[in-house]
């Protein structure tokens, strides 16, 4: 269920999702982009839901380049899953000609390193996987909602609510018994909500940078079902399956089953 906020893009509730355990509760779970441009008309909306808790996903220095708007009575913890982007963009507060300085700066670092943008996705997803910091990353983020659940809304953000949001809502989807094909449902659903978003970007940095750069971002801000797969395919191919994949990461059964029993109806 899609949350209409003017300063963060992509906010949706993941309740009302009918998985093989049963349907995931409403008011309890919201994926989201950094809430560092959230409005007083947003902290009413964020502020009914109930929000009691705002998990971020980013780097320090992400953090402390674009802060979350902090909201009275919630609370804050930061839950890294990298150490460091290569873009490091905030695309909503940058001007055009600051997105192409950084966008350009980006592009060198994977000339550098031999890759094209879509080769630099798919490693970035494949090394959520294979990175022990990521894993580390993941299981502190699903162990908290398991061993501590609270009455309200608990929101985690990363910078898009794309890549580092998707991977972590794309494993607390499957400890809740979402299919595959929901998974991937709720992944692509990035591209409706950001729709908007995404066109108020390519329109500043229209005139700053080339066609195919223009076009490059678009593909920057928008979720690609190869991304996601090559995640899943990394996991199987490591860990064997999913279930290997988040004991590695420290998930264990019964955080699993604290988690159905928190967030399932």
Not at 192 to 210: E, L, P, R, Y
């Amino acid at each position: 269920m899609r949350i209409f906020l003017s300063g963060a893009c992509n906010a949706r509730d993941i309740g009302g999702i009918a998985t093989a355990n049963g349907t995931t509760k409403l008011h309890r779970l919201v994926r989201c982009g950094e809430l560092s441009r959230i409005t007083p008309q947003d902290v009413s909306v964020l502020q009914a839901l109930p929000l009691q808790r705002v998990v971020d996903l980013r780097t320090a220095e992400e953090m402390q380049r674009s802060p979350d708007v902090k909201i009275e009575g919630v609370q804050y913890l930061h839950n890294p899953i990298i150490r460091s982007t290569t873009f490091g963009i905030t695309y909503e507060k940058s001007s055009g000609s600051e997105i192409a300085q950084m966008l350009q700066a980006g592009l060198e670092r994977m000339r550098q390193r031999g890759e094209t943008y879509f080769q630099h996705m798919e490693l970035l997803y494949r090394r959520f996987v294979s990175d022990e910091y990521s894993r580390k990353g993941y299981g502190s983020f699903l162990r908290l909602l398991a061993q501590h659940p609270t009455n309200g809304v608990t929101l985690w953000h990363c910078t898009a609510g794309k890549d580092r949001v998707g991977t972590c809502t794309a494993l607390l989807l499957h400890c809740l018994g979402a299919s595959k094909e929901q998974i991937f449902e709720d992944y692509l659903l990035t591209n409706v909500q950001s729709a908007d978003s995404t066109n108020s970007i390519v329109n500043k940095v229209k005139g700053f940078v080339s066609d195919d750069n223009v076009r490059l971002i678009e593909k920057m801000l928008s979720a690609d079902t190869a991304f996601l797969q090559g995640f899943f395919d990394e996991i199987d191919h490591l860990f064997g399956s999913i279930e290997n994949f988040l004991a590695d990461c420290g998930v264990t059964e019964n955080d699993i089953t604290l988690l159905r029993e928190n967030y399932l109806d």
